[in-house]
C-alpha cells in the first residue's frame, strides 16, 4: 500500500503565503501523478493542482497564478506554495496520489488524511 502524509496547514492571513507538503510512503512502485484537492464547509471536493512524472503541471482556474506546484521525485514528495491566499482558499487540503505498488499492480489512487488551511485576518 501506500501511505500519503501531508504537513504545513495552518492559520494565515489573506495575502499571505503557505507551503503544503505531502510525502508518500510504502511499497510504492512507481508514482505517475500527485496533486491537491480541497473541501472546503458545506461545498463539495475541488481538484486544486496536480503534477505528472512528466513535470506537466495543471491548475485550477480560482488558484493560478498564486498557487504552485512541484515535486521532488526522490523522496516522492510534493509541494504546494500558496501565495496572496484568500478567506475563500479557507479548506482541508487533501494529498492524492496515483500510484502503483508491489502489492496491486494497477494504478491507484491514495489520499493523505487532509490538512486544514485557514485563511482568516
Known amino acids: 500500500q501506500v501511505q500519503l502524509v501531508e504537513s504545513g496547514g495552518g492559520l494565515v492571513q489573506p495575502g499571505g503565503s503557505l507551503t503544503l507538503s505531502c510525502a508518500a510512503s510504502?511499497?510504492?512502485?512507481?508514482?505517475?501523478?500527485m496533486g491537491w484537492y480541497r473541501q472546503a464547509p458545506g461545498k463539495e471536493r475541488e481538484a486544486v493542482a496536480s503534477?505528472?512524472?512528466?513535470?506537466?503541471?495543471n491548475y485550477a482556474d480560482s488558484v493560478k497564478g498564486r498557487f504552485t506546484i512541484s515535486r521532488d521525485s526522490a523522496k516522492n514528495t510534493v509541494y504546494l506554495q500558496m501565495n496572496s491566499l484568500k478567506p475563500e482558499d479557507t479548506a482541508i487540503y487533501f494529498c492524492n496520489s496515483q500510484a502503483l505498488s508491489l502489492t496491486i499492480t494497477r494504478w491507484q489512487d491514495y489520499w493523505g488524511q487532509g490538512t486544514l488551511v485557514t485563511v482568516s485576518s
Open positions: 503534477i505528472l512524472v512528466t513535470g506537466d503541471t
Open positions: 510504502g511499497s510504492i512502485l512507481n508514482i505517475r501523478r
